[in-house]
T-cell receptor, first 114, second 112 residues
Framework: NAGVTQTPKFRVLKTGQSMTLLCAQD?????MYWYRQDPGMGLRLIHY???????AKGEVPDGYNVSRLKKQNFLLGLESAAPSQTSVYFC?????????????FGSGTRLTVV | QQQVKQSPQSLIVQKGGISIINCAYE??????FPWYQQFPGKGPALLIA?????SEKKEGRFTISFNKSAKQFSLHIMDSQPGDSATYFC???????????FGTGTRLKVLA
């Protein structure tokens, strides 16, 4: 049981480049999330999805796009990377109706934009 | 207001001591308060959670104390061990919705 798998684990981008972060979960969770973690700012929600084909904006969505074409996958895209997007990105997933199970997080993607 | 304020930002405790991390929330609609533990290079993992209908929940060495009137809750780690050294996040949210508000995290270091 792999849980939540994120790829890649590390990436360095030049300003203006684009990339896609991949997230896959094998727990049949309905909800999926993308967070960014920055020192002193905790975990901030970028986008989330409550089901296949649906996405919504979180707290800090600017500069990012997402897609959830399959229930098990949630993709985060950066169209034109900026140094302010240097961060550690975490994907998470959860059941729709079992809050006591909490979120399952991936191990993160460390992104540096130079 | 949606914020969850967490303190301290960092904490150093001797082995065997008690670690205490505090959180305060503003949204009175919140009815679920989980704590997450994150080791370096890993994603956060659910540690323990509480609902506001109880004032305390204990799981092993970890205890959550909840004060509904003050809108505050805290994590106590009894007999702290070096293996407890990690970053701890509190969070608040409304059951049945799909997102929680996280605190800014507390980096705990337990000295051997």
């Amino acid at each position: 049981n792999a849980g939540v798998t994120q790829t890649p684990k590390f990436r360095v981008l030049k300003t203006g480049q684009s990339m896609t972060l991949l997230c896959a979960q094998d727990m049949n969770h309905e909800y999926m999330y993308w967070y960014r973690q920055d020192p002193g700012m905790g975990l901030r929600l970028i986008h989330y999805s409550v089901g296949e084909g649906t996405t919504a904006k979180g707290e800090v969505p600017d500069g990012y796009n997402v897609s959830r074409l399959k229930k098990q996958n949630f993709l985060l895209g950066l169209e034109s990377a900026a140094p302010s997007q240097t961060s550690v990105y975490f994907c998470a997933s959860s059941y729709r109706d079992r809050p006591n199970y909490g979120y399952t997080f991936g191990s993160g993607t460390r992104l540096t934009v130079v | 207001q949606q914020q969850v304020k967490q303190s301290p930002q960092s904490l150093i405790v001797q082995k065997g001591g008690i670690s205490i991390i505090n959180c305060a929330y503003e949204n009175t609609a919140f009815d679920y308060f989980p704590w997450y533990q994150q080791f370096p290079g890993k994603g956060p993992a659910l540690l323990i959670a509480i609902r506001p209908d109880v004032s305390e929940k204990k799981e092993g060495r970890f205890t959550i104390s909840f004060n509904k009137s003050a809108k505050q809750f805290s994590l106590h780690i009894m007999d702290s061990q070096p293996g407890d050294s990690a970053t701890y996040f509190c969070a608040g949210g409304v059951s049945g919705t799909y997102k929680y508000i996280f605190g800014t995290g507390t980096r705990l270091k337990v000295l051997a």
